[in-house]
């Protein structure tokens, strides 16, 4: 069973930044791409950042291009997402996933296993 744990969300200013970070347990991590996915009130789940599994490949939603950030250490099981110069609509909850395969993918559909969320609020 694969666990992933998302902490480093918060409450922020427009502007300001946070990192959040996604620990998996097991050690199924390395062979996966990895996706951060995010969901406001009354909207769908959408997709924010993807990275291969060996890191070299990332892709990015149009919305977080030039402000966003993901990577990851196989080393430590852990996915990161970089925010910068956020904004109040990227208020969400944030989910780190893993995806079936090892190259990038996108729809939520191709995540086999998802995080329990953790909340991002950005205040105006």
């Known amino acids: 069973q694969v666990q992933l744990v998302e902490s480093g969300g918060g409450l922020v200013q427009t502007g300001g930044s946070l990192r959040l970070s996604c620990a998996s347990s097991?050690?199924?991590?390395?062979?996966?791409?990895m996706g951060w996915f995010r969901q406001a009130p009354g909207k769908e789940r959408e997709f924010v950042a993807g990275i291969s599994s060996t890191g070299v490949g990332t892709y990015y939603a149009d919305s977080e291009k030039g402000r966003f950030a993901i990577s990851r250490d196989n080393a430590k099981n852990t996915v990161y997402l970089q925010m910068n110069n956020l904004k109040p609509e990227d208020t969400a909850v944030y989910y780190c996933?893993?995806?079936?395969?090892?190259?990038?993918?996108?729809?939520?559909?191709?995540?086999?296993?998802w995080g329990q969320g953790t909340q991002v609020t950005v205040s105006s």
């Open positions: 996933a893993r995806a079936r395969f090892s190259s990038l993918v996108r729809r939520a559909s191709d995540f086999e296993y």
């Open positions: 097991g050690r199924t991590f390395s062979p996966y791409a």
